[in-house]
């Protein structure tokens, strides 16, 4: 009997901590994406290809739109490299 207390007490906290996590998470989410700001790039800085609309990687409170998947890896390398290089594309385009 005491095994199965015990067995429910774990069970009840672990439940506890699912729960608790996607909420904290969701709260970070919310407070991030609140303060970033489409870049507008209309072609992948990554490969030069143009951007669809479903890849995205966010560097210092803006977001990069990206070709694909394979592209966020190779931003993520070295952002500075390759905000700067979707930076001059839209600067240029105004």
Request: glycine share 6%.
């Amino acid at each position: 009997m005491r095994n199965l207390s015990k067995m429910a007490i774990s069970g009840l906290f672990a439940a506890v901590m699912v729960y608790a996590v996607p909420e904290t998470f969701a709260a970070t989410a919310n407070q991030e994406n609140t303060s970033v700001v489409d870049e507008g790039n209309k072609t992948c800085p990554v490969s030069g290809l143009k951007v669809g609309a479903k890849d995205f990687y966010t560097y210092k409170g803006k977001r990069y739109g990206l070709c694909c998947p394979m592209c966020s890896t190779a931003f993520s390398a070295d952002p500075a490299k390759y905000a700067a290089i979707a930076d001059k594309e839209v600067t240029e385009k105004n």
